[in-house]
């Protein structure tokens, strides 16, 4: 049994349990919850970086972070499965990037109100953050929107920053977006595992 450390919020873990239950592997896979804030949770043991979704494997290894996980789990699924053979494996890895960037950039705003109280935070650096979102956005709008008929992991990563945004930010991006919105009504009527997934606090 394949062990994964997350946490029912994290936009990366739910990009792992996405790509498993795609993969037909969710049931290979026990999910820990981790607490990456505890020096007594096993995440740093696991990951020296006590950052989440790890992996453990049934060696006692662990694999990190998301990127790594699924494509170890594609692997384990016979290959090529989430990666477009040839030159389109790389359109797929630079939309995952994409999506990506858009979580990071949207975490790392959640965690200057988290972490900082009021009067120390920075609104130039919050501001800089969410230039990165609306900017990754607004390229997504306009030639990332339109459905396919394979999924590949770009898609997955899309979805979960996308969902990220609607968690921590209220859905405000539904607003600007509409082609957005179409395209991930339809990755989810397509992709049970996304509804599953979804985080509620």
Known sequence: MLVLRSSSASPFGRKVKIAASLLGLSERIQIVDA???????????????GKIPALVLENGEALYDSRVIVEYLDFLAGGERLYPAGEARFMALRQQALADGITDAALLQVYEGRFRSEDKR????????????????????????????????????????????????????????PKLVAWLADFEARVPAFAKTRATA
């Open 35 to 49: 607490d990456t804030m505890s020096p007594e949770d096993s995440i740093r043991q696991q990951n020296p970086l």
């Open 122 to 177: 920075e609104p130039k650096w919050v501001n800089h953050q969410a230039g990165k979102v609306e900017r990754g956005l607004a390229y997504a709008e306009t030639h990332l929107s339109t459905p396919t008929g394979t999924l590949h992991i770009g898609h997955i990563a899309l979805a979960c920053a996308l969902g990220y945004l609607d968690l921590r930010f209220a859905g405000r991006w539904r607003e600007t977006h």
